[in-house]
């Protein structure tokens, strides 16, 4: 979707390979291919097609549904939060987030230009390339948008000063990444096995927290939100990975360590996903590993990236009323006021649509 942006007409399709997946991590890259709008799909590469994987049959039983999805793509594109990284832009310690975001169920649309007139917007260390990028969040202030910064961002940002204090934060962003091991929600203690990464010590000002971490004893903000002129501004203070972290242990393509992002207790994450979808019209209630990519106004694609079950609740668009269908498989879901709680097999996926 981000290279669409750039390239326009040219984008004709999407490529990927064999490499580090399973059967299901296999067809879960046809899927995310077709949702981006590709038109077409290359398989990479023709020795390793000769060569079998267990990938490939289950493909074919997948082909049908992804035609399918690719003609409602084509009319309906994923609408959602625009994540913004210009082209040639650094991404400092903010390597991949847009694909961490994206699995905390946010519904991300990459883009390498500024969202005019966007709603929701994610502001990334990439985003801070722009040098009328300080232009740009005051418009969205005065548009009453909701704007959703790293640390990463403001550190590096054009009119850091004016960026922080919109966010409600003190004191100059200064990077300085932690490791919290532990975060209270819900009057009980939730431990990270790998440990929570923190980009910053931030500062409180007129900022409110949301969800506090626990590193080294210490409590320190990890996301936080601040009103300005009617807009919503929150900070998320985490970091992923910078290219030196990749370099030390050698890696170019695959995480260089798992993340405790990807352990946040369900609390946590629908705290962060309502941030950046309740102003869009809905919401989910689900664990982390469950994506949400709506088609248009009216359709919903929920997938299911957990090694088990997962029931997910999803809140449609206010107005909506009657049923959900599932277009995979036909089967109806009533919506009781504007709630319906969807049952998803482990790495399965949901095709909603409102009725």
């Known amino acids: 979707r ?72 084509q009319k309906n594109p994923v609408i959602g939060v625009y994540g913004y990284k210009p082209p040639n832009s650094d991404a400092g310690p903010d390597l991949f987030i847009m694909d961490y975001i994206g699995m905390l169920g946010v519904p991300l649309v990459p883009t390498s230009k500024q969202p005019i007139g966007a709603h929701v917007v994610f502001l990334p260390a990439q985003a801070a390339a722009d040098p009328g990028i300080g232009v740009f969040v005051r418009n969205l202030i005065a548009q009453r948008a909701t704007i959703v910064m790293t640390p990463g961002f403001l550190a590096a940002a054009p009119m850091r000063d004016d960026l922080t204090r919109y966010a409600g934060l003190r004191g100059t962003i200064s990077l300085s990444p932690m490791r919290a091991g532990s975060m209270r929600i819900g009057g009980e203690d939730h431990t990270f096995a790998h440990g929570l990464d923190l980009a910053a010590d931030l500062a409180l000002g007129t900022a409110k927290p949301l969800l506090m971490a626990n590193a080294a004893g210490k409590k320190v903000p990890f996301f936080t939100v601040n009103e300005e002129g009617g807009a919503k ?3 998320l203070n985490t970091r992923t990975f910078s290219q030196a972290d990749y370099e030390a242990v050698g890696e170019v393509l695959l995480p260089p360590r798992q993340l405790g992002l990807m352990e946040l207790p369900d609390d946590a994450a629908n705290t962060i996903r309502e941030a950046f979808t309740l102003p869009l019209g809905y919401k989910m209630e689900a664990p982390v590993r469950v994506t949400l990519q709506p088609l248009g106004p009216s359709q919903f694609v929920i997938q299911n990236y957990t090694p088990r079950k997962q029931t997910v609740r999803l809140s449609a668009p206010y107005g909506a009323k009657g049923s959900l269908i599932d277009r995979f498989t036909g089967k109806s879901y009533a919506l009781q006021g504007r709630q319906i709680d969807v049952p998803i097999a482990s790495r399965a996926r949901v095709w909603l649509e409102i009725r």
């Open 2 to 73: 981000w290279i669409g942006s750039i390239g326009g007409e040219k984008t004709g399709g999407a490529w990927f390979d064999h490499a580090d997946c399973d059967a299901n991590d296999f067809v879960d890259q046809a899927y995310q291919s077709v949702l981006a709008g590709a038109r077409e799909i290359m398989l990479f590469a023709y020795s390793d097609i000769e060569s079998g994987h267990p990938g490939h049959e289950l493909l074919k039983k997948e082909q049908d549904k992804l035609a399918r999805l690719s003609e409602a793509v």
């Open 233 to 235: 501004i929150y900070v």
